[in-house]
């Protein structure tokens, strides 16, 4: 194969991105470059070609900083990357991709440089992490010795205070700005939220945990630093970020200070797929790049769409026209249909499920697969009365969501333990794990955890406890335990089999499931083993969690097919042969709590685009006339009549078309009432009050 030929299936714009400022082996001199991808437009095969096509030319991959928003996509890049390039390099590839060693998500790679200059920053390396409930959990615990749990009005719960202060550090907005326009039901407690705020901080520093937002944080205020910036910078030559429009502004200024004047920077992302400000990304990051460096960044538009029809991509073009800023880009396909996508009205939730769940069984029957089908909803609540109707007619189906792995309590135990041996003053650890033997309660926890915190050291102290006598019989046992991990007899990953075998008694004792748990456990084994070390395993796994648990599994389906239910933002990055979209009127999409601001309803009509490039062939979109509110009873009847969405005005419908469901019929003819005496009922009426 020639040198360049594994560049030949690139449509002209891609490769235009892949080769930008490679002039040849050895001559590299790449300038800050944007690439604005269009859904299914072949962003990650883009990108996983610039960073082969670096290599193949003498980049050096373990100067190379590789920036995903999951650990699973890095993996699957550092995969196509050795492929693509192995069709120059032969098996040579594969000993230059094992250097790819800095492909990870913003928080991994974070993690991983705060160790590195732990001393320089004044930070102990063997920090633990704390995830979203442990911090949340500690949060809690600094308002109670504050006193806020004991107001007269209702203070915000831990979720909320966790929530406050994760938008304002991403964000980096002042607090009452973040509560102005985020959380306005708080703001007369902005004055305490700084206090409590500030002794979080403390809390944490002194316990040597940090949160997932200290992760950019710390690295953010690290490259504000000269010195330490330039060595930072200094170790990468080339800096890829994917999904540029999901960073937030601290992720922002973290490139900015590795990269000031852009040599070497390459972003990726589109605009129009911008969905995630509740987590405090911003859109303005992709929409100024090019104006944070002189001269301007190059930019290269990819619109050729592999995955949708050209009809739908000519409404879904349509949709995002109305955009008040954007990259103005025209996604276009070779997939001619004249099947438009559908505006289908319905009376109500009832009929709309009853035509999602009809279609989809059509479509089966057709040769569409239930798992080539999905229904996509704004809320996760807008899907019950569908979730109603597939039961009733036997069509299994999976809902995007959930709890996760790491949520479920006998994991949160077990990985407590390892953390606790970790970092004796992680409190919140500490707590946990203590609460598990029986008989020792919070009072005597506390004890505990202060003399260790006050030793530094975690062995001293608990050889010389008295446990209370409930608490005598499983104490030795925890004591042998405690040893064998502190001194790491016994390996990684024994040491977590260790905690298992100690834990089982107590899984026996707390959960009436316990077998199913257990298998949660072993499936933590088998992914320890995968790590090289506890803290390693410690670090990532609370990164990037799996996301399966037996213990909140639904019943196994003995049909190996099943339909698709998901929110929009879980759906982003997928696609199906047939999409339904549910509620598309007002109210819903936009929804009713993203109306306040022009921002607001722009990431509103957004999520609507999103939703419409997730199908490759079928979309409708479904208008019920009349649904029923959300958060009230079983029996109520709150509803609202609906307008289709402000998204899809008149002037385009051309680019749809309209149905009614169920068909209308000829009209029966009218039945006339037997003939009988008649009845005066306004006059009875009237007697009522007489």
């Not at 994991?411 to 946990?432: I, T």
Request: hydrophobic share 45%; net charge neutral; proline share 6%.
């Amino acid at each position: 194969m020639q040198p360049a030929a594994y560049l030949d299936k690139l449509n002209p714009q891609q490769r235009q991105a892949v080769e930008h400022g490679v002039k040849g082996p050895g001559a590299i001199d790449a300038g800050p470059l944007l690439v604005i991808a269009g859904a299914g437009s072949g962003k990650t095969n883009t990108l996983a070609h610039r960073v082969a096509h670096l290599i193949v030319n003498g980049a050096d991959p373990r100067r190379i900083l590789l920036l995903t928003f999951s650990r699973r996509a890095a993996a699957e890049m550092t995969r196509r990357v050795a492929r693509i390039a192995a069709h120059v390099l032969g098996a040579n590839a594969a000993i230059l991709t094992e250097g790819l060693s800095w492909a990870g998500t913003f928080h991994g790679i974070g993690a991983r440089l705060l160790r590195d200059y732990a001393p320089q920053i004044g930070l102990d390396p063997s920090f633990t992490i704390h995830d979203r409930e442990d911090s949340a959990d500690l949060m809690n615990l600094v308002r109670h010795e504050l006193g806020f749990s004991r107001t007269e009005k209702r203070f915000p719960t831990k979720g909320t205070l966790i929530a406050i202060y994760s938008r304002a550090v991403n964000a980096q907005q002042p607090l009452e700005e973040v509560i102005g326009r985020a959380f306005p039901w708080v703001a007369g407690w902005s004055g305490e939220l700084k206090a409590l705020f500030a002794a979080y901080v403390e809390a944490k520093q002194a316990q040597g945990v940090l949160d997932y937002d200290d992760l950019l944080l710390y690295w953010a205020q690290m490259v504000t630093e000269p010195a330490i910036a330039a060595d930072i910078a200094g170790r990468f030559d080339h800096v890829l970020i994917d999904e540029y429009q999901d960073t937030n502004r601290l992720q922002s200024s973290i490139l900015l200070g590795l990269k000031p004047d852009g040599r070497g920077l390459t972003v990726v992302g589109d605009d129009a797929q911008s969905i995630y400000s509740f987590r405090a990304a911003t859109v303005r990051n992709i929409l100024d790049f090019p104006g944070h460096f002189s001269p301007r960044a190059d930019t290269i538009m990819l619109e050729q769409n592999y995955r949708s029809t050209q009809a739908i991509l000519g409404a879904a073009n349509a949709v995002i026209d109305f955009a008040a800023e954007r990259y103005a880009k025209n996604l276009w396909s070779e997939r001619t249909s004249s099947e438009r996508p559908l505006l289908v009205s319905v009376r109500d939730e009832i009929e709309q499920a009853n035509y999602v769940a009809t279609r989809v069984l059509e479509n089966r029957e057709d040769g569409i697969a239930l798992k080539q089908q999905a229904v996509l909803f704004r809320a996760a609540h807008h899907s019950g009365p569908l979730e109603v109707e597939l039961t009733r007619r036997n069509i299994p189906f999976v809902k995007f969501g959930g709890l996760k792995f790491l949520d479920s309590a006998h994991v949160k135990d077990v990985l407590a333990v390892l953390r606790f041996v970790e970092n004796p003053r992680d409190r919140v650890a500490g707590f946990r794990v203590l609460k598990l033997l029986n008989g020792l309660g919070p009072a005597t926890a506390a004890r505990i955890l202060d003399a260790v915190a006050g030793a530094d050291a975690l062995l001293p102290v608990l050889e010389t406890v008295t446990p209370p006598p409930r608490a005598a019989e499983e104490w030795p046992g925890f004591l042998a335990m405690a040893r064998e991990l502190k001194g790491k007899s016994a390996g990684w990953p024994g040491e977590l089999d260790l905690v298992r075998h100690w834990y089982e008694p107590v899984l026996e004792r707390v959960h009436e499931d316990a077998q199913s748990r257990q298998s949660d456990l072993v499936q933590l084994s088998q992914i320890a083993a995968t790590y090289p070390s506890r803290e390693r395993f410690l670090t990532e796994l609370t990164l990037d969690p799996p996301d399966a648990t037996s213990d909140h599994a639904g019943p196994p389906h003995l049909d190996e097919d099943y339909l698709i239910l998901s929110t929009i933002h879980s759906a982003k990055g997928q696609e199906w042969k047939s999409v339904f979209v549910l509620n598309a009127v007002d109210g819903c999409i936009p929804i009713d709590l993203g109306v306040g601001t022009r921002d607001e309803i722009e990431e509103e009509r957004r999520l609507l685009y999103v939703a419409m490039t997730r199908a490759k062939d079928s979309l409708h979109l479904m208008l019920p006339q009349r649904f029923f509110t959300h958060g009230q009873s079983a029996r109520g009847d709150r509803h609202v009549y609906a307008a289709r969405t402000r998204f899809i005005p008149p002037r385009i419908l051309g680019h749809f078309s309209a149905t009614a469901w169920p068909p209308v019929t000829a009209a029966e003819p009218a039945v006339r009432p037997a003939e009988t005496a008649r009845i005066d009922i306004g006059a009875r009426m009237r007697a009522m009050w007489r």
